[in-house]
């Protein structure tokens, strides 16, 4: 770029001035929403808790199942915040380090899920025909049964084992969002914009890929941040069932399942990874309602 | 000059937005005799429709705030009845009718489940024996879709909203809204969503209920021709202010504000050969500060140096006609 | 220039589980020469919108055919649709929907330069500020979102966009109903200024007589899917012929004091074009309906010269016609 040009073209911030300006808005409507800032705050804390995990917590070779007799099933103390479990292992660390595992869970499922159900219900809401029957209704058999009982049944063919668990939540997870990008779709096919692109020439992929995709952008971040959370819940079920990750991999659900052999008499061992799921599934919640507050277009008004 | 039913005097509404504070109206003022039809004309966001919401309470506070004025029905301040006496009035004297039938229609009930829930309801603060019972509702019902000339209305009022063009949805609005017998209908953009030639049928019977029942009515529309045609007065509002307020002999033929002037240039004559249509260039001033001065100050082809910085006051260049202008006052030497 | 032959277009529907036919645009024909601005009148449900349309490819058309410059463009392979875009554009009623809300403004008016020249970088904003420009914006709206503008300086994008490839055909659908009339006025005034400027042809689609009136220098006016009435602007508007055509102009109000209130020129419904009347299709709602002839049998075309023509029973009759010829249509 020659000098004369530079002095023309506007610079970076000015180009972009108007999507500062909605970032800024966008701030200041999250800023507002109380509820979405407790979610953010929970979030940020599990992040952290993801992001320095082995170098904050005090026992890191408890994490992967370390053996102290000596100190089984001590109670919550300075030595021991979420006291230990029955093979003397420090409860504290095993929990920060699971949140490592769940988020692992969450972004593989959601991937996967958003992978297979967000390109089929493009294809579905875009062609419609009988390429759409087939598959909204292959997608509905699926929502007509409930996701965790086949997510059972899969894990269970499959056999147990963290990396199982996972392909059976993410093989019943993808219908929801070809019904959401599906129905997106088929609204904004017939959107005038789409027509003016028509109009001017642009081809189907690129109606697709530039004036579709885009506009489904805010439900997927909102499904997307919601189900996070409920992925994760579904895999500590599994692993509560026996289904998922196997003690002493430190996964929350499989905490639990062996946890509550010792309740209520030692109630931290399941308490604190109960406490975990609990707050996590919350904070993905709170932030995926905060978010859908300020991507909806009629809230921005 | 005859007592009016209604009269708005001096109303200042804001509304508290997350931005600021927004200036919806200042200082409004206007009236309507029995018997008449006041037409207010005006373009997005003039606050036309907003100065009448409230003559029913149909505005949420918050956001809106009421900061000074009153609606006086009938010597009655409408801002400060209470709730159940709000209810009386609402169908029994002020009724009301909105652009889009089909929002105000419920598609899952009949119109004649609609109509007699809707008399039903209205009938609450009489005393039991005067009122009807379902089967009278019905028959009145009826009645009411004769009156505005539905065609068939025995057979169309077990037929749902659904089932019924937009002019056909429009009647029987209008015939639920007067089936209490208010005396003062209040009607905003009632054809906007219609057909010319479904228009024209409308318009007709909003005249027709004027002329031969004696309501009252004040039409909401951005159409200088629908006011044109049937109303007796019109006010000409723009940024939350009545600019012009007159007859509409008076107004369409002597406008004196410059921006009913601008308003009558921009409109395209139906009747005659094209002559170059002029627009108002600008936009309207942001209302979350509005101008110091007059409100129409930017784009005003005739502004003064004092416009800038002195709100105008209104001024009544001729009896019966107003305008918030300089131009006027100063002819007068009264500013 | 445009030369649209017993153009059909019908869509397949289901009415009450029942799959039928709505004939939107029937057996309907149209000249346009260059550089003229043909009015398209009508209610909703007559079929001025999707004659433009089907002209641009957006709805596909049942039998008939379209030339454009004597050129059949009725069925085109990819390519020549992908020429015809160069020849032909559209704007649309609604300008707050036809700009995508996730595209700048420059990469909206870019789009059809993007897809069909070789420009690119700072020659292609260069090209596309100048567009701009014409149309009355600065190139501070480059980088603006489509929420930022107001619905006029929306319109004006659209305009832009439609004018990036210099087409000498615009198909304007109902360009300025969605606007406040004092941004209306400035939009048709730029309309018309352009329109000499490039001396481009219109295709004009509007419900509004008044708009159509200073717009265009010849109309036609549609009901239900047929024209019953077209030809030069003035001598429809002086001397409407169609029974409609009286009626649709006698039912504008206007903007002006002493006005008979209580003159509503028509009774009854729009019928549904799904299932239009027999014979003429006004029949039901003309007062000079003749019995037995208007019910049953299509009327014809009664050219009344300088290419006013009416398709009604009562020019045959007569009305001080001169020198007209009566054509029978099928």
Redesign the interface.
């Known amino acids: 770029m020659t000098a004369t040009e530079q002095t023309n073209e506007p610079g970076w911030r000015e180009r972009h001035a108007s999507t500062i300006r909605m970032a800024r808005l966008y701030a200041?409507t999250f800023r507002?929403n109380g509820s979405a800032m407790l979610g953010l705050g929970i979030i940020t804390v599990f992040l952290l808790a993801v992001l320095l995990g082995p170098w904050i917590v005090p026992y890191p070779e408890d994490a992967t199942g370390a053996i102290n007799l000596a100190n089984k099933l001590q109670p919550p103390s300075a030595s021991h915040w979420f006291g230990t479990d029955e093979v003397g292992s420090d409860v504290f660390t095993r929990v920060v380090i699971g949140a490592r595992v769940s988020l692992q869970i969450g972004l593989i499922v959601t991937g996967i899920a958003m992978f297979i159900g967000v390109p089929l219900g493009i294809i579905a809401g875009f062609v419609g025909g009988w390429v759409e029957e087939a598959i909204m209704r292959v997608t509905d058999v699926f929502l007509s049964v409930p996701g965790l009982i086949l997510a059972i049944a899969i894990a269970g063919v499959l056999g147990p084992g963290i990396f199982n668990a996972m392909l059976a939540l993410s093989l019943v997870w993808w219908p929801g969002y070809v019904r959401l990008i599906q129905a997106k779709t088929l609204s904004l096919k017939s959107a005038i914009y789409v027509d003016a692109a028509r109009s001017i020439g642009a081809g189907r992929l690129r109606i697709v890929f530039v004036h579709i995709l885009p506009n489904c952008l805010s439900p997927i971040i909102v499904k997307g941040s919601m189900d996070m959370g409920m992925a994760i819940l579904g895999a500590a079920s599994l692993g509560f069932l026996g289904l998922g990750a196997q003690p002493p991999y430190p996964e929350w659900g499989a905490m639990i399942s062996v946890g509550r052999n010792y309740l209520p008499d030692w109630w931290w061992y399941s308490f604190f990874p109960g406490m975990a799921i609990f707050l996590t599934v919350l904070g993905f919640n709170l932030l995926g309602d905060g978010l859908r507050d300020i991507l909806d277009p009629k809230g921005r008004e | 000059m005859e007592k009016p039913l209604l009269e708005i005097r001096d109303y200042r509404l804001n509304f508290n937005t997350?931005d600021g504070v927004y200036h919806a109206l200042d200082g409004v003022n206007l009236s309507v005799v029995a018997g008449q039809s006041l037409g207010i004309v005006g373009?997005?966001g003039c606050g036309k429709s907003v100065t009448v919401r409230n003559v029913l309470g149909l505005l949420p506070s918050p956001p809106a705030d009421v900061i000074s004025g009153e609606i006086l029905y009938r010597g009655k301040d409408l801002l400060r009845v209470d709730q159940k006496e709000m209810q009386r009035i609402r169908g029994s004297e002020i009724a009301m009718i909105f652009q889009d039938p089909m929002t105000y229609l419920n598609p899952v009930f009949s119109i004649g489940t609609q109509m007699v829930d809707a008399i039903m309801a209205q009938q609450k603060s009489l005393p039991r024996e005067q009122r009807k019972n379902k089967r009278e509702a019905r028959q009145h019902a009826i009645a009411m879709l004769e009156k505005v000339h539905l065609p068939n209305p025995e057979k169309q009022i077990d037929r749902y909203p659904h089932e019924l063009?937009g002019?056909?949805r429009q009647r029987v609005l209008i015939a639920m809204a007067l089936s209490g017998a208010p005396k003062l209908l209040i009607a905003d953009e009632p054809t906007t969503a219609l057909?010319?030639?479904?228009?024209?049928?409308i318009?007709?019977l909003i005249?027709?209920l004027v002329?031969d029942m004696g309501l009252s009515v004040i039409l909401i529309t951005?159409?200088?021709?629908?006011v044109?045609?049937?109303c007796d007065r019109v006010a000409v509002m723009y940024a939350g202010q009545v600019v012009e307020y007159g007859s509409?002999?008076?107004?369409?033929?002597r406008p004196r504000h410059p921006y009913t002037e601008?308003?009558?240039?921009?409109?395209?004559?139906?009747?005659r050969?094209?002559e170059?249509?002029?627009?108002?260039?600008g936009?309207l001033p942001n209302l979350l500060s509005p101008p110091k001065g007059c409100r129409f100050f930017e784009r005003c082809p005739k502004a003064l140096e004092k416009c800038r910085e002195t709100p105008p006051r209104i001024s009544r260049p001729e009896k019966g006609a107003e305008a918030l202008c300089h131009l006027y006052s100063e002819e007068r030497g009264d500013a | 220039m445009l030369d649209v032959k017993n153009l059909t277009v019908g869509f397949p529907v289901r009415n009450r589980g029942e799959k039928a036919m709505l004939m939107a645009v029937n057996d309907v024909s149209l000249t346009l020469n260059k550089g003229d601005a043909l009015g398209l009148v009508g209610?909703?449900g007559s079929g001025k919108s999707t004659i433009g349309r089907t002209i641009l490819h957006l709805n596909p058309s049942t039998s008939g055919h379209i030339a454009l410059d004597g050129e059949e463009i009725t069925r085109l392979s990819a390519a020549g649709e992908r020429a015809l875009r160069k020849r032909a554009q559209m704007i649309f009623q609604d300008p707050h929907s036809a700009l995508n809300p996730r595209m700048t403004i420059l990469r909206s008016v870019a789009e059809p330069l993007v897809l069909h020249t070789r420009l690119r970088g700072s020659a292609l904003r260069e090209k596309v500020g100048e567009l701009l420009e014409t149309v009355g914006l600065q190139k501070q709206f480059l980088y603006r979102y489509p929420h930022e503008l107001?619905?006029g300086q929306k319109q004006r994008v659209c305009i832009a966009r439609a004018m990036a490839l210099n087409p000498e055909l615009l198909v304007l659908d109902e360009p300025t109903s969605a606007l406040?009339?004092?941004?209306?006025?400035?939009i048709?005034?730029f309309l018309k200024s352009i329109q000499q400027q490039k001396s481009l042809t219109y295709l004009f689609i509007s419900?509004n007589?008044?708009?159509v009136?200073?717009?265009c220098n010849r109309v036609a006016v549609m009901y239900l899917g047929k024209i019953v009435e077209q030809g030069p602007t003035?001598e429809v508007?002086k001397a409407p012929r169609h029974p409609y055509t009286k009626?649709?102009?006698?039912?504008?109000?206007?903007?002006?004091?002493?006005?008979s209130?209580?003159?509503?020129?028509?009774?009854g419904?729009?019928p549904s074009p799904l299932n239009p009347p027999t014979g003429c299709a006004f029949h039901t709602r003309c007062d000079k309906a003749i019995a037995g002839k208007c019910d049953r049998v299509p009327p014809p075309e009664v050219d009344f010269g300088h290419g006013h023509v009416a398709s009604c029973f009562l020019g045959v009759e007569g009305q001080g016609t001169t020198g007209e010829k009566i054509r029978e249509l099928a």
Do not use: C
């Open positions: 200041r507002n | 997350f373009e997005t063009s002019g056909m057909d010319v030639t479904i228009q024209a049928q318009l007709d005249a027709e002329e951005h159409d200088l021709g629908v044109a045609k049937i509409v002999d008076d107004v369409f033929t601008g308003l009558l240039r921009s409109i395209p004559h139906p009747g050969p094209p170059s249509l002029s627009g108002i260039p936009f | 209610e909703s107001s619905g406040d009339v004092s941004v209306q006025a400035q048709l005034e419900h007589l008044a708009v009136r200073y717009m003035e508007f009626a649709l102009l006698e039912a504008v109000p206007l903007p002006e004091a002493g006005q209130r209580r003159t509503a020129p028509l009774g419904d729009i």
